[in-house]
């Protein structure tokens, strides 16, 4: 399974990994990790894992409103980068995916 790195950031307080794939099961995966002294101040913890699951057919969804073929699983990656590609990526997504109805699940541990 290949990964498309959305946004990474690094420095002595706080690292951003954001990450998304197609898992074994089709399933588009949007998967974010934070940790560090920053992350510990605002959420008690010091680190920080967001998650969202979206089964194969809502992507295709999302494949067609960025009209790509999801069959081309890199090139619709890819895609996702160029339009979600900072520090606010998985919060744009969410809110992109809810604007044109797409299904999904979310998973945040703290």
């Known amino acids: ?11 002595p307080n706080i690292k951003i990994s954001m990450k998304i794939y197609f898992n074994k099961e089709n399933d588009l995966i ?5 940790i560090g002294k920053t992350v510990s101040k ?20 999302i494949a067609s409103l960025f009209d790509v ?10 895609e996702i980068k160029n339009r979600f590609n900072d520090n606010e990526a998985y919060s744009k997504f969410g809110a992109f995916m809810k604007e044109n109805n797409i299904v999904f ?6």
Request: zero cysteines; a negative charge; hydrophobic letters at 35%.
């Open 1 to 11: 399974m290949e990964k498309i790195t959305l946004y990474e950031f690094e420095s």
């Open 30 to 34: 949007f998967d974010g990790y934070d």
């Open 42 to 61: 605002l959420m008690g913890d010091s680190d920080y894992e967001y998650k969202y699951s979206i089964k194969f057919n809502e992507a295709k969804k």
């Open 69 to 78: 073929d999801i069959h081309e699983k890199m090139v619709f990656l890819k």
């Open 105 to 110: 699940e979310s998973f945040t541990w703290r």
